[in-house]
């Protein structure tokens, strides 16, 4: 688990670490000591570099996560991994992290187990959160110059919502938390710049109860975007009790994170991984 860099022009090494490889300060003080090397020998941080040496930072440190509790009975089902970075496809019913309710049974927990089986002694950093009744994509990242890095990347979800939408949309409404509420939020002008984009891909009609089938793309990351947003303009997720109304269809918000992409920050390649869709939308789809 190594960082390599070809110095482009002459400089202290402090600047190729900070300017060149975008490591942070937190990570800086742990690696400045003895894990930078130029040209395969160990090197100090106030050294000078030249045009076309070989910096490399070794991150192949263990690393502990006592707070998180090994769990062999929550389902990791890997769409992707590498030595520095896991996705997952998230199930139902479950949160990515540990809370007062769930100190042992969630995603993170399953993860843990995960890493703690495969030798694998990082901590579990979440880059990505979803709600715990929504299914799909999570990244975590095997070490915090992922978790640092990992810049744009377009998220893709499928959604069902109440309904009949036709054609493509931009949803560009601010998004606040809701006066009173922890949890629930809503369209405000004092919030933060909230944009959805959605398309409908299909509509039908379960026992009389019109919907629509529809992807949508986030262009910003607020808590609970989505379900906000399409309800918003009248069209709420299927059995979003929050932000619409329960259903007898699905006991759940339908929604499904299905496809990322994004350059990975150390291999430069184009990461591209889709979930699939979960039984209980598609048996709705079908």
Known sequence: ??????????????????????????????????????????????????????????LDFNETCENIIPNPNIKVDILYEDEWLLIVNKQPFIPVHPCMECFENSLSNGVKYYFDTHNI?????????????????????KTEYIQENLGFYEKEYITIVEGT??????????????????????????????????EAIKNFTINNTKLSLAKCILKTGRTHQIRVHMSYINHPLLGDSLYGKSSNLINRQALHAYHIQF????????????APIPEDMENLIK
């Open 263 to 274: 350059i990975h920050p150390v291999t430069r390649k184009l990461i591209d991984v889709t």
């Open 1 to 58: 688990m190594k960082l390599k860099y070809i110095v482009k022009e002459n400089k202290t090494l402090k600047q190729v670490l900070r300017e060149d490889l975008s490591i942070s300060k937190r990570l800086y003080k742990k690696v400045k000591q003895d894990r930078i090397f130029v040209n395969g020998k160990q090197a100090k941080d106030y050294e000078e570099v030249n045009e076309n040496d070989i910096v490399e930072v070794d």
């Open 121 to 141: 002694h990082k901590k579990t950093r979440i880059v990505n959160r979803l709600d715990k009744n929504t299914t799909g994509i999570v990244i975590f990242a």
């Open 165 to 198: 939408i036709t054609g493509k949309g931009t949803i560009n409404e601010p998004i606040a938390r809701k006066d009173k509420s922890i949890i629930e939020r809503c369209v405000s002008k004092d919030g933060q710049t909230a944009i959805t984009e959605y």
